[in-house]
Structures are given as structure tokens and as C-alpha cells.
């Protein structure tokens, strides 16, 4: 009616009227005509709806909470209007669609506003148009689009800009940071969460991920930056402006080089010996994994033809994440047994992640390694290769770490040959940032890792890297070729040699914060915590969310950060045992990670080790867990 008379107007105009409307009885009164019960919002939901309308310039998203108001649902337009996404130290993850709980146009826009007054804030005018900042993007949906909306927003704001001209792996991006000493990063994506999901990662300016304080500082910038600047939604200023860099060419140039550093075997690649199977599992790492096996002179890879290709749909796999273990591999396994393949590679759709499986040649089996052992025979292969090139090392200048859930099984082999381990707490961002001030001490970080298949092979890019890791990996298989040996006899070696290890790392899905507080601070007690797991003690206690170490008398007060938004309890036993029970910070997920280990040249089985575990884990599940109890739903098979 309004287009048809000549008069301006817009969807929030509309929506206002259309509430006047309702609040005035006249659209219950023609309601009650037709025989139709017109539904009622609150004035709070419907004011929130008015301000969605007024800020959100996307009509797929507008229409979204257009249609919920419509029908009157109110508990859905809460749970998108009510809450709004935290900035932490991962950024941003959640489902896209609609609303300020939700990954879209306008929360990008306000995100990055936020973030880009913080920078500005931060380091000056002068820097911010000189040094500028990175952003790259998965091939998810909507990523290119809030890629260019971020570009766009950093643009105005005056800054020079690197943008990725196509869908990249998540470690070209801090690579970038580092190599073009930008101020700060982003990466658009959302890992190896399910095609709904897209997200939003910040790295700080010495290429790491942030950490605190950055975090909530960066959060009070957003909100405080909430209506979108006049200039926000135009993307067309990134069409020819010479403010805008594709750093793609000098990736491809100087990546591939620097990773190079790690080969080992540059000569005797050629003829590798055995077959490896890649699947990039529909994500973006196929032609990078495939330079990367250029760079170390190996044969080309197999490629898992139907998932070689990104797709944002991720269409053979139930959930796209390789550390789900054979589910995830069953057409990287179909591919290999066709092409008489032994060594499976998958990389997560954003290739920072790397799974390796092999098969037996004893049983005809595939085995899926854990990201434990992957750490460990990755570890014990960084050291062999160092100390051969380095015979005379200062081994207090060298170091490797790992994330304080992950496997001890590098303290031992640091104890044994004389180098330095450090824990961190769980995250990249973490090891990211203790690699970069080491370094900045002139020490050496030769590897880094958690258990969720996250690997820094060297300190190219301080962050898991998916890419560099499959090229040493398929480097390393060729050299156990060359030795008789196979991965899965190789790690027998070295536990003979530094001691067995045997963990279990698995979840329990939980939408409840409130379960999971009362699960936690069950098991607190006021400080009194369980005495036992089974037959065995609890020897010491740190519990992370509340900040209490109870091998550090008198104040008790742990090694590492403190964070009381995060639930995060490490139980020792009398029994070798170290498990950690957490929440994640991504996902609804109440994770444990169980270990057990014996001493360097324990007689001990693997069998012996596995029974152990086993009941181990059961009685952790059973008495601490308690998940009948608290409605936990196990993990999906």
C-alpha cells in the first residue's frame, strides 16, 4: 500500500504499525471475525522485534523474526532476541539465522565494529593504516559473505585490509598476521561444526588466537558499537580499492617455502614406499594439502573423490570432523582398500586438524589413532630429527607443549632426553601465545598439541596446522616404510622406551547450564571432593573454576589461569590415572579425558594397560559423571 501511493517505507515502519495495530485491538477485533486467536507478544519481545527490524538490512534474516513475531512465538524470539552471542577467546560460534544469538549480517557487522575500535584503541592511527589486518574465510555458507561484511567495516574505519580472494585453510590466515605484521586477524568459520554452524575467530598481532584480556574488552567495544555505521552494509567499496590486498600469491609463495624447514627427507620422498589416502572431509584443504606434499617433494596423494571438493553441506558424513574416528572415515577407508592405500590423512573442513589412520598388515585392520598418539609419535619425530641436526642443543632453550587435558607422554620423553615441556590451559590460544613469548626469549618451540587432532609442527604459524602436519606425517610414514616398521609398531617402540600410555577422551551432550553447574558443584562439595574413583584414591585435586590446587599448601592457589566461566575439575589417582572433567567452550559437550601411564620400561602390556582403563573409566562415568542421574545424553555412535 505505501509502495503503491509513492510514500517511503521499510520493514520496521511496517512492523510498527502493524504493533499499533495489535495493541489497539484492531487486529484482535478482525481476529475475532474470522474466527482466528491472534496471538500476543510481550512489550519487551516486541520491542526487540521493532529494534531487530530497525538495525537488520538483510530481508532473508528480517523476515525470519517477522514471520516468528506473526505467529506469536514468543519463547523462540526470546531465545534469538533475549541473549546475545559472548565474544570470548574463540570469538564467535553458533547457528546462523536470525536474531542477536546467531551468527548473520548484523551481529557480524556489530562484531566487528566492536573489534575494530578496540584495535584502533589499542595501537594508534598511524599503525592501523600502515599495518592493517587479515581476514580469510571458510567455504561454508555465508562465509564469503561475512568475510566481505567484516572487510567492509574495517575498510571505513580506515584500515588497510588483506582479504583472502577465495576460501583458504584457517592457518593461512595467522600466517598472514605474522608474515605481513598486521595488527590482528579473522577467520570466518566454524571448524568442524555441522553445516548449520559458522563462527567467527580473532588473532591478536603476534599471529596467535587472543586471550584475556582481550576477550572481554573486545566484548565491551561491540556493545557499545551496536547500531551499524551508515557505511557498514555497503560491500561495493571493496570492488578495485587499493586499500584491499589479496595475500593469497605471497601465501602460496612464502608458506609452502617456510614448511619446508620441516623436511626432513627431501631426496628420499620421491620414492616414498607407501600409499597415502587424503580427504579434506568437503573442506578447504585439498589443493593446500596438496602443495604441501608438493613443498615436501612426496607423491601425490589419493584423493577421497567424493569429498575432495568443498561443499558447505558436507553431504557424505554425519558430522564433518575426522577426530569422530571411523564413522567420519569410512569413505577415506572404501578409497584407500580400492587403491591399496595403508595410510589414511583427513584434515577438518577448515584444515587445522589432522587425523591419521593406517592398516595393519598383521590383521587387515584400520586403526584410528588418537590425537594422544598422533602427539606422541609427531613429539618423539620433531626430537629426532632436531637432535641429529642440533647434537650439541642447549636443552634449556627447547621446548614443546601441550594442553594440560592432552597425554604426559612429552614430559617423559623431555625427562628422558633432556629438553623442556610446558602444559597450558585447554586451546591454541594458549600454546599459540607461550610459543610466541619463548621465542621472543631466542628459545625454540619444536611442537605443540592437544588431544583434539591439533598440531604445531615447528612455529610457522602459531596455531594448530593441518596443512604443514599431513605433509610430516606422510614424510614419517615413508621413513617407517624405509625401517620395516609401521606406525602402529613404531609407538610400541617408543612406550617400551618412555613409558606406556593409554587414554580415552570422549563426551555427554548437556543443553542444561543448570544440570551442569549442579553436576560440578556436586562434586565440590564446599571442597570436599570425592576420596576415591572405584578401588583406587584421589591423591590431589585441581579444580580450575573455582581455583584450588591441593598439592599447593597454604593458599592452594593452581599454576595455571583461572577461569570460573569454564567448568574444569583434574582428578590423580593412586593408580598412575589423570583424568580432567570440562565443559566445552564451543559446543554442549561435558568432556572427560582419561589417562594412564606406567613408568619408562614397565613390563606392562598393552592389554594389561587397556583392562585398566577400561574400569577405570567406567567407575569415572559411574560415580562422578553419574549421567542416568543428571539426563546426560552419550555421545552419538
Not at 566481505?148 to 574505519?157: D, G, I, K, P, R
Not at 582481550?214 to 552494509?233: A, C
Not at 650439541?392 to 615441556?421: N, P
Not at 593409554?502 to 562439595?525: D, P, W
Request: charged share 20%; aromatic share 12%.
Amino acid at each position: 500500500l505505501f509502495k503503491a501511493a509513492g510514500a517511503p517505507c521499510c520493514t520496521s515502519t511496517v512492523y510498527r504499525l502493524y504493533s499499533a495495530a495489535r495493541s489497539s485491538g484492531f487486529c484482535s477485533a478482525m481476529a475475532q471475525v474470522n474466527g482466528i486467536s491472534q496471538p500476543q507478544l510481550t512489550p519487551e519481545t516486541q520491542q526487540m522485534v521493532e529494534e531487530w527490524l530497525e538495525l537488520d538490512k538483510n530481508s532473508k534474516t528480517s523476515a525470519e523474526i517477522r514471520n516468528l513475531a506473526d505467529v506469536g512465538n514468543e519463547s523462540e524470539l526470546q531465545a534469538r532476541l533475549g541473549s546475545r552471542m559472548t565474544f570470548g577467546t574463540a570469538g564467535l560460534r553458533a547457528l546462523m539465522g536470525a536474531g542477536y544469538s546467531r551468527m548473520n549480517d548484523l551481529t557480524v557487522i556489530q562484531t566487528t565494529q566492536g573489534f575494530a575500535c578496540y584495535v584502533k584503541e589499542q595501537f594508534g592511527a598511524e599503525e592501523y593504516q600502515k599495518r592493517g589486518v587479515v581476514i580469510g574465510y571458510d567455504a561454508r555458507h555465508n562465509s564469503l559473505r561475512f568475510a566481505e561484511l567484516a572487510a567492509c567495516v574495517f575498510l571505513n574505519s580506515g584500515f588497510k585490509v588483506y582479504l583472502f580472494s577465495e576460501y583458504t585453510p584457517t592457518p593461512f590466515t595467522p600466517y598472514v598476521v605474522k608474515t605481513h605484521s598486521c595488527l590482528a586477524g579473522v577467520m570466518v568459520t566454524a571448524s568442524h561444526n555441522p553445516m548449520e554452524y559458522n563462527g567467527y575467530k580473532v588473532y591478536w598481532a603476534n599471529g596467535s588466537q587472543i586471550i584475556p584480556p582481550h576477550d572481554s574488552r573486545i566484548q565491551g567495544h561491540i556493545t557499545r558499537n551496536l547500531t551499524p555505521w551508515p557505511t557498514s552494509w555497503d560491500t561495493t567499496i571493496l570492488k578495485d580499492n587499493p586499500k584491499v590486498t589479496d595475500p593469497l600469491p605471497s601465501v602460496l609463495d612464502g608458506y609452502f617455502s617456510d614448511i619446508q624447514r620441516y623436511c626432513y627427507r627431501r631426496s628420499e620422498n620421491a620414492s616414498l614406499g607407501v600409499k597415502v589416502t587424503y580427504s579434506p572431509m568437503h573442506g578447504v584443504g585439498g589443493d593446500a594439502v596438496r602443495r604441501s606434499f608438493k613443498a615436501f617433494n612426496l607423491p601425490e596423494f589419493i584423493p577421497v573423490k567424493e569429498q575432495i571438493d568443498p561443499h558447505p553441506d558436507f553431504p557424505t558424513v554425519k558430522f564433518p570432523n575426522p577426530e569422530e574416528g571411523k564413522s567420519a572415515l569410512d569413505l577415506s577407508m572404501q578409497t584407500a582398500d580400492r587403491a591399496g592405500s595403508t595410510i589414511i590423512l583427513s584434515t577438518d573442513p577448515d584444515a587445522d586438524r589432522l587425523a591419521l589412520a593406517e592398516k595393519s598388515p598383521l590383521t587387515g585392520r584400520w586403526k584410528v589413532f588418537s590425537g594422544n598418539e598422533i602427539g606422541t609419535l609427531l613429539s618423539w619425530w620433531a626430537f629426532k630429527n632436531y637432535k641429529e641436526r642440533n647434537p650439541g642443543f642447549d636443552g634449556f632453550k627447547v621446548h614443546m607443549l601441550a594442553s594440560t587435558v592432552s597425554s604426559k607422554f612429552i614430559r617423559s620423553l623431555a625427562q628422558v632426553e633432556g629438553f623442556q615441556f610446558e602444559e597450558t590451559l585447554t586451546g591454541f590460544k594458549w600454546m599459540g601465545n607461550r610459543a610466541y613469548d619463548l621465542l621472543n626469549q631466542d628459545h625454540e618451540v619444536l611442537f605443540a598439541f592437544e588431544e583434539a587432532i591439533g598440531f604445531m609442527f615447528g612455529a610457522t604459524v602459531l596455531d594448530k596446522d593441518g596443512v604443514s602436519a599431513a605433509a610430516v606425517m606422510a614424510e614419517y610414514a615413508g621413513w617407517l616404510h624405509s625401517q620395516d616398521k609401521t606406525f602402529g609398531s613404531h609407538l610400541e617402540d617408543i612406550y617400551l622406551r618412555y613409558g606406556r600410555f593409554a587414554s580415552e577422551v570422549s563426551y555427554y551432550l548437556c543443553y542444561s547450564q543448570e544440570t551442569i553447574r549442579k553436576l560440578f558443584n556436586g562434586l565440590r562439595k564446599g571442597g570436599n571432593y570425592p576420596a576415591t574413583c572405584g578401588s583406587a584414591k584421589v591423591v590431589s585435586v585441581v579444580d580450575l573454576t573455582v581455583g584450588y590446587d591441593s598439592t599447593r599448601p597454604p593458599d592452594h592457589k593452581p599454576v595455571l589461569p583461572v577461569d570460573p566461566n569454564t567448568q574444569m575439575i583434574t582428578f590423580t589417582l593412586d593408580n598412575r590415572c589423570i583424568f580432567t572433567l570440562r565443559t566445552s567452550g564451543t559446543e554442549p559437550k561435558i568432556k572427560y579425558y582419561v589417562e594412564l601411564s606406567t613408568e619408562a620400561g614397565s613390563k606392562t602390556t598393552a592389554e594389561e594397560l587397556g583392562r585398566t582403563l577400561k574400569q577405570t573409566v567406567e567407575n569415572i562415568v559411574q560415580e562422578f559423571l553419574q549421567p542416568e542421574r543428571f539426563g546426560l545424553i552419550p555421545r552419538p555412535t
